[in-house]
C-alpha cells in the first residue's frame, strides 16, 4: 500500500536533519520524502517528515510559531554561536542577578533583527554561508526580520541559563545565545537546544527515530494527512464536485461565505472523509480554489 503522511520523528543530537531522511529510506523507497524546518546537528527534537503525498503539503505547515527550550552558557563565545564550534573566548564571570537576565530577555519579545549566523545554511551568492566561512573568506551576513512570540528563563543556575522561545519561521536561537552574551558582557554559546513544538506538531508526538527498524513501524507510526493541518478549516465535498476539483476547477464554498476569511487555507475532504487537497477560499466568486491535489 501507498504510504502518504507525516512521521514526527523526535530527533536526535548528533545526526543531520537529512540523515533522518536517510535512515528512513533505508526501510522503504518512498516517490518523495521531505522534511520541515532544519535542525542543527546537535539539536534535538521535532523534525516533521513528510512522506510521498504528504510532501504537497509542506508550503503549508512551514511559516508556523515553534517552540525551543535552550541551555545557554553563559562567559564562552565560540565561532559557530554554539558549543560544537571552536572557542574563541572565556570570560570568567560571577553569577549575574536573575532579574537582568530576565529584564534582557523581555527586550527580544515581539519584531526583532538578527544577522544570520555565518555557520548556517543560508545561502549568498548560491553558497551556503558555513562552506564560505570554512574556505576562510569573509562574507556579509545577510539580516533578516523575525519575531519572538514569547520568552521564559525557566532555570539559571550559573553558568547555565534554560530558555523557552516561541517565535517565527527563520530564528536563529544561536544569535539570540550570542546577543545575550553580548549584552550581558562575558559572552555566550547555546549549549543544547530541543523544538518542542512546530506548529501543530509538539512534543509529545515525536517518535524515537531508533523506533523504526521494519517497513511496518513507518505504518504504525504514520500521521495520515488526515490528521494534518488541523488548526484550517475542514470542508466536505460532494462527490458529484470532486470531479471538478480533480479538473482544477473552484468548488462553491458551503455554508455562509460570510464565516469565511477570504484567501483562508481549506482542507477539502470526500464524503468518506479523505483528503482531497487544500483550497483557499475567494470570496469574491464565493468558491474554493484548489491548491494542492491530493492523488492516492
Known sequence: ?????????????????????????????????GYIGTLDRNATGILPVAVNEGVKLIPFLENVEKEYRAKILLGVTTETQDIEGKVLSETPTEPFDRQ??????????????????????????????????????????PVKEVEIFNITLLDYTHPYADVQVACSKGTYIRALA??????????????????????DFTENMGIDIDYFKIEQDLLNYLLPLEKVLQSSRGMIVETTLERFLRHGMPVPITGNAKD????????LFSKEGKLIGIGMADLGSKTIKIKRLINY
Open 260 to 267: 469565511w476569511r477570504h484567501g483562508e487555507v481549506a482542507r
Open 100 to 141: 537582568v537576565i530576565e529584564d534582557i530577555l523581555k527586550g527580544y519579545l515581539g519584531k526583532i533583527t538578527q544577522r544570520v549566523p555565518v555557520y548556517s545554511s543560508k545561502k549568498v551568492n548560491r553558497k551556503p554561508l558555513y562552506k564560505w566561512a570554512r574556505s576562510g573568506v569573509a562574507v556579509e551576513p
Open 178 to 199: 550570542s546577543d545575550l552574551g553580548e549584552k550581558l558582557g562575558c559572552g555566550a554559546t547555546l549549549f543544547t537546544l530541543k523544538r518542542t513544538k512546530q506548529g
Open 1 to 33: 500500500m501507498d504510504m502518504n503522511g507525516f512521521l514526527i520523528i523526535d530527533k536526535k543530537a548528533g545526526m543531520s536533519s537529512y540523515d533522518v531522511i536517510r535512515r528512513l529510506k533505508r526501510l522503504r523507497k518512498f516517490k518523495k520524502i
